[in-house]
């Protein structure tokens, strides 16, 4: 059974930094596409930040741009999200989620129909 357990959340002002990680376990020894998600009640799940399979390449929202990063580590089983310069916009539940077949080509895109495994979120918080 495929689980994702997200960590890493919490409060801090405005400017601060977090860093999420992600843990994927009872996934196939290949390694997944991944990516982050945030949301808040009301509104749409939207993605954060993608890795592809070896973790060469990366894709970011708009927004997060040059404040995010996005990694992932050699055995595969964890991908973090390193949050500098963050903002109140950043406050929201995020989520990492993984593709449903590892040995399928995958892009490490921010659609939400590109992943079938999903964790349970940690709260994020920014204060102005």
């Known amino acids: 059974q495929v689980r994702l357990v997200e960590s890493g959340g919490g409060s801090v002002p405005a400017g601060g930094s977090l860093s999420l990680a992600c843990e994927i376990s009872?996934?196939?020894?290949?390694?997944?596409?991944v990516a982050w998600f945030r949301q808040n009640a009301g509104q749409e799940r939207e993605g954060v930040a993608g890795i592809d399979k070896s973790g060469d390449r990366a894709t970011y929202a708009d927004s997060v741009k040059g404040r995010f990063t996005i990694t992932r580590d050699n055995a595969g089983n964890r991908v973090y999200l390193q949050m500098d310069s963050l903002k109140p916009d950043d406050t929201a539940m995020y989520y990492c989620?993984?593709?449903?077949?590892?040995?399928?080509?995958?892009?490490?895109?921010?659609?939400?129909?590109?992943?079938?495994?999903w964790g349970q979120g940690t709260q994020v918080t920014v204060s102005s």
């Open positions: 989620a993984v593709v449903r077949y590892s040995g399928l080509w995958c892009g490490g895109g921010l659609s939400r129909a590109e992943y079938y495994y």
């Open positions: 009872g996934y196939t020894r290949t390694r997944g596409c």
